[in-house]
């Protein structure tokens, strides 16, 4: 079964829906889901949550619909901004429990200024934080390590090859 990962939950300057894209090119089964789409990108999504603008209690109804429908359909949840879609303190808890991966991917202004010690959440965890400067194959070699035995990647004796193998020879375990 192929690789299943959702990105969320916003799509800042289109780096999501960018990333998206490029992993169903390689295969993967990818989705944009944000809380609202942007209303000069309103096709750059694949579910528009429509979260309430206001409202607490709205907006986290909404959210932990999101979360339980997208939760049996993910292997990896892509988040951006260092926003998760639920309180990150029930956010991860979930996912060790489910046996769910997630990684942060910081796009400048979201870490800019900001004390290391707020963005450490979720490393303790065993979590990924992608920086700014990183690319798109680092995320696919993070999720590679993360859910493909190595031996399905590359034999024992040359394990090195293992950061050239296409995703699309990783299936879920």
């Not at 029930?90 to 004390?115: C, M, N, V, W």
């Not at 696919?140 to 699309?168: D, G, H």
Request: aromatic share 10%.
């Amino acid at each position: 079964m192929a690789l299943r990962v959702t990105h969320c939950p916003v799509n800042l300057a289109g780096v999501g829906w960018t990333n998206v894209q490029a992993l169903r090119k390689r295969g993967v089964d990818a989705r944009l889901v944000v809380f609202n789409t942007q209303p000069f990108r309103p096709d750059q999504a694949d579910w528009d949550l429509k979260r309430p603008r206001k409202g607490l209690v709205r907006q986290q109804l909404v959210q932990w619909r999101a979360l339980s429908k997208l939760l049996p359909k993910t292997d990896i949840f892509h988040f951006y901004f260092g926003l998760t879609l639920v309180p990150k303190s029930l956010q991860f808890p979930i996912l060790k429990a489910t046996r769910r991966k997630s990684l942060f991917h910081f796009l400048g202004a979201d870490i800019r200024e900001r004390p290391k010690e707020q963005l450490l959440y979720g490393l303790t965890d065993g979590y990924a934080n992608l920086g700014r400067s990183e690319q798109a194959a680092s995320f696919f070699e993070i999720a590679v390590s993360w859910l493909c035995p190595i031996s399905t990647l590359a034999s024992k004796a040359n394990a090195s090859t293992s950061r050239n193998v296409s995703i699309r020879s990783c299936t879920r375990r």
